[in-house]
């Protein structure tokens, strides 16, 4: 692809630029006049319509971009929900006066009027009166609504052009993070279309990803959750010879995961640093060691009182703005990020550090990811959840975890006193992240959830097992399946059978299908049930059952075999 005009983003709808293509939508080639026609039927829509704010979930980063165009030139102001959950959009009803895009009918989105004759050209948008309402991630509480103007986000994305754009000159861009999110909304949504870069539909599974990165020069705009999972199995060569840039921004990069993206990839990954807040502040290229941050052109930044402050254009208001990010000055002219200052705590009328916390983990060559965090109660308590460098102590048995959190425990003791180490801890093999690819606070705590009763085995043997559950009203599993009652999930169940039937029986490591499943009756809390485990080894098949008084609740077979 050519070199295209810069556009700036107040002019996208001034006049369709010839043989400029803007991305793929439906599996066909769109132009930028094709655009504008649908922008203009949104924009005709919109000003039919009653009401000021309008929420917009789209899948598809095209099909947004021209709701989203047309409703600013309607007069509009756009709230972004982070997913089309219904308790996401539930929260949102009070705010918006309607829904639009790919929502359940429920909602009685707004559809784009039909197609006209109205030429789609001469709209100047008004930098200073187009907003948007975006939402952090809530990691360390609820989301907050942050409004941004389209001088802001025409600002940003100069910025990333001046310091980014020669790299990425005739690329098509490429992306698993949703334009939902500010960070996908500018480099996957405005930046591109500025620039004139070709827009691809987001990739969600690797497989899809590696032929499309092969087929044209690329930039793959990535989160730290999806860059630490590339499957190296796979055949990335094609990618290796067309990829151009690899972006990763929405939380920090471990040096271990750019170690991956360069040895999969061939390239050393970009990393932006910045917050809805803020904008881009800096960025580095993750190469061999740690390099300072360096700021983005127009971004000015100073450490007050030992914390991060900047003054930008892409800020809402002129001057300066202090972050929670600790940071120090770098020989380079860069700075160095030293963790939040918002991440102090007291437990016991202790400060503690979670980020020291954290770093101390991870200085263990066995932890690969280590969040803190306080769960709260009466007596609030430290917790940490690890991901082990070793994928098979997240599944080890009781024994194996006592071992390795011992040795975490001794590690930290060096420098912390009982009551500021954590508590509780949990091995997984991830951390669980939202739509965003973030941990969330919210998350992190629901894995301290009990999801499973305490088992009272009453009969075991090599081909059968009977264990006693009481289902305790704090269990979980209860919680936001069903908002009028407190029913147990017929998904809880299953897993359940699964997990009592690994501890009873030396299964598999392999799922292969359920068969047979039925759910008779629902149970509910202080139910009693009893659980039938049978395995059939030289089939590879378990057999389960859940009854009580009220009779059988659930039954099914799942199938297991060896690994591959």
């Known amino acids: 692809m050519a070199m295209c005009e810069w556009i700036p983003l107040h002019l996208l709808l001034q006049s369709a630029r010839p043989g400029r293509t803007v991305g793929a939508l439906d599996g066909a080639a769109l132009d930028h006049a094709a655009l504008l026609a649908r922008v203009c039927r949104w924009q005709a829509a919109f000003a039919a319509a009653e009401g000021r704010d309008w929420a917009l979930y789209f899948d598809d980063s095209l099909a947004f971009a021209a709701a989203l165009l047309g409703a600013w030139s309607a007069g509009k102001r756009v709230y972004l929900p982070g997913d089309d959950l219904p308790g996401t959009l539930q929260a949102l009803r009070p705010h918006v006066d309607g829904f639009v895009g790919d929502v359940d009918p ?86 591109p279309l500025a620039a004139g870069r070709a827009i691809q539909p987001r990739r969600f599974f690797h497989e899809d990803l590696v032929a499309a990165l092969a087929a044209a020069p690329s930039v793959l705009v990535a989160t730290p959750a999806h860059l630490k999972r590339l499957p190296p199995q796979l055949d990335w060569a094609g990618a290796r010879g067309q990829l151009r840039v690899v972006f990763s921004s929405g939380g920090p990069l471990p040096a271990q995961a750019a170690a991956d993206v360069r040895e999969v990839l061939g390239i050393a990954p970009i990393e932006v640093f910045g917050s809805s807040e803020t904008g881009g502040i800096a960025w580095r290229v993750c190469a061999d060691d740690a390099p300072a941050w360096q700021p983005l052109p127009g971004v000015q930044w100073r450490i007050d009182d030992g914390q991060l402050a900047v ?55 066995g932890v690969a990811e280590a969040q803190v965090l306080v769960l709260p109660g009466t007596r609030e308590q430290l917790a940490a959840v690890i991901v082990p460098s070793d994928p098979a102590l997240a599944q080890a048995g009781a024994a194996e975890r006592r071992a390795f959190i011992g040795r975490l425990t001794a590690l930290l003791a060096q420098g912390h006193d009982a009551v500021t180490r954590p508590r509780r801890w949990r091995l997984v093999a991830a951390l669980p992240v939202n739509a965003q690819g973030k941990p969330t606070q919210a998350l992190l705590q629901g894995l301290f959830q009990k999801t499973l009763p305490s088992p009272q085995w009453l009969a075991r043997d090599a081909a059968t097992a009977r264990v006693q559950l009481v289902l305790e009203p704090d269990l979980g599993a209860f919680e936001g399946h069903f908002p009028e009652v407190a029913v147990l999930p017929g998904v809880a169940q299953l897993d359940w059978a699964i997990r009592l039937g690994r501890e009873a029986f030396d299964l598999p490591p392999r799922f292969l299908r359920m068969d047979a499943l039925k759910f008779h009756h629902v149970a509910r809390p202080h139910d009693v049930l009893m659980l039938q485990l049978d395995w059939d080894a030289a089939r590879g098949v378990l057999g389960f059952r859940f009854s009580s008084d009220h009779g059988i609740h659930a039954s099914g077979k799942v199938l297991f075999a060896d690994a591959d």
Not at 163 to 187: D, E, K, P, R
Not at 317 to 337: H, I, M, T, V, Y
């Open 311 to 365: 003054a930008s254009a892409h800020l809402a208001r002129g001057g300066w703005w202090r972050s929670e990010d600790r940071a120090e000055a770098s020989p380079d002219g860069g700075f160095r990020l030293l963790g939040r200052a918002d991440r102090i705590v007291k437990i016991e009328e202790r400060r503690v550090s979670l980020g020291a916390l954290e770093q101390a983990l991870c200085r263990d060559a």
């Open 106 to 191: 429920c909602w009685q989105p707004l559809h784009a009027a039909p197609a006209t004759d109205i030429p789609a050209t001469g709209v100047v948008l008004d930098p200073h009166a187009c907003r948007l309402v975006v939402f952090t991630s809530g990691s360390t509480g609820q989301p907050a609504a942050i409004e941004k103007r389209l001088d802001q986000l025409g600002s940003e994305v100069e910025a990333l052009q001046q310091a980014f754009g020669a790299l990425l000159a005739g690329a098509q861009v490429h992306g698993t993070v949703s334009h939902q999110h500010i960070y996908g909304l500018l480099f996957r949504v405005l930046w």
